[in-house]
């Protein structure tokens, strides 16, 4: 059991810290009518944390006045900013009486930066301590971290929905700090690709020349969205080799859009999304539909899941897709210039890489907090590393659809496990 508890422990909480549907809060406007927070909220929208933390219930937003959030903005990246603001983003709701009822006085509790996958060792947890004299600490969750931040004040609450509080200083992430910051024009989209299992689309790219109009958009924004190597064999999808040049070159255009969308603002968008190969003479769109936590992209010929997050680091993000996205500009009309691909079935329920988790009822409020975090994993090993790879090679392959139903119920029963486990404990 021992082996398999960082495992557990991480599966139930991605059940438990699955996004429900889009909650009714908006946090830009919450943080409107305080001009102290200006700065804040113009990050949160920048990084586009507040899509995320809009997509999201049961929360609790670390807020910094302009002097707390410009020491901790510094000149540092924004992808650094967006990493130390994630852990601002509580994902439990904490309002100023529960801060003063912790249980045993100290808690380590999760943040948003813990569901990207990259959080090493403990540092997607913030520690919350209630000290002495009605005060409580925030820090690193770091063992022998400082607690050298302060509840300040309440700003807003909506009960269980949404928390505002005010903490006096940055909760500074050594690790997240000293990450030497990717720089986006050095991003290899190739590399990344073949790695993803996107060997098939890297291909074209680069074949095509369109792989130069990707790199040239890589500084002001831009998020790609692969279609697998299997999605390319799959019954009903156009043979690329049969396409003029102009053609493929829509289609490969078609998979990417001029602006970092990460999955938090996927989830929040409404109305169609353009493309690099929107132009004059074709919208080149698609919308986004969202089920629970699964998040799918419909062009109005095909729907496509968005299976695994390849890379998120503002201003780039990389997404593998399940189906190569098909523009109507393209196929469909007829007649058409290839097949017409069979339609294909709603989004599956299955999870969204960096937040797997199948679609499930937000927790109640009353719940217990999500589980404590993995105390026993060695520093350094990423607590969320085997559910996420176990998403990851799911949608990999097209069979792994079918098994999306298994894996549930594993999961399910493992969480259950966990739960009495720690009942029992
Ligand atoms: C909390 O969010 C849920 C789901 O969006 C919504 O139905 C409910 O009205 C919200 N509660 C409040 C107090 O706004
Ligand atoms: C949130 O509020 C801001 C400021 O009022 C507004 O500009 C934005 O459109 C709102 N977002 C949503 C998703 O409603
Ligand atoms: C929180 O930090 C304080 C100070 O470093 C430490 O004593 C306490 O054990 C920490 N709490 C938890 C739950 O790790
Ligand atoms: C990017 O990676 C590919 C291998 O996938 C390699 O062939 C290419 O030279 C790399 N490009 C740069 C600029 O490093």
Known sequence: MSALRPLAASLLLLLLCSAAAVSGHNITAILEGFPEYSLFSSYLSQTKLADEINSRQTITVLALDNGAMSALAGKKPLSVIKNELAVHVVLDYFDPQKLHQIPKGSTLSTTLYQTTGNAPGNTGFVNITDLQ???????????????????TK???????????????????????????????????????????GCKTFAGLLVSS??????????????????????????????????????????????????????IGSLKTSNGPIS????????????????????VALDTGVDSS???????DSTPVAIFTV?????????????????????????PSPSPVSPAPGPAVEAPSPLAASPPAPPKETPEGSPAAGPAVESANSRSDSAAGDSKAPTLLAAVVA????????????
């Not at 269980?160 to 290899?188: E, F, G």
């Not at 493992?414 to 404990?425: D, E, I, N, R």
């Open 209 to 262: 020349g369109v792989l130069k109009t990707y790199q040239s958009a890589l500084e002001k924004g831009l998020t790609v969205f692969a279609p697998n190597d299997e999605s390319f064999k799959a019954k009903g999808v156009p043979d690329v080799s049969k396409l003029s040049n102009a053609e493929l070159v829509s289609l490969l255009l078609y998979h990417a859009v001029a602006d970092y969308t990460p």
């Open 133 to 151: 004299g009605g005060k409580v600490g925030f820090g690193a969750a770091a063992p022998g971290s400082k607690l050298d931040s302060s509840y």
């Open 322 to 346: 399940d189906n190569v996205l098909l523009p109507t500009e393209l196929f469909g009309k007829s007649p058409s210039p290839a097949p017409a691909p069979e339609p294909v079935g709603a």
């Open 414 to 425: 493992v969480s259950a496990t966990v739960v009495s486990s720690l009942l029992m404990s």
């Open 305 to 311: 899941r968005v299976a695994s997050t390849v890379l």
């Open 275 to 294: 493309t690099l190969a929107t132009n004059g003479a074709g919208k080149y769109d698609f919308t986004v539909k969202t089920a629970g936590d699964s």
């Open 154 to 196: 309440s700003v807003k609450q909506i009960p269980y929905n949404i928390s505002v509080l005010q903490i006096s200083a940055p909760i500074l992430v050594p690790a997240i700090l000293a990450a030497p910051a990717p720089s986006a024009s050095d991003t290899n989209v190739t590399a990344l690709l073949e790695k993803a």
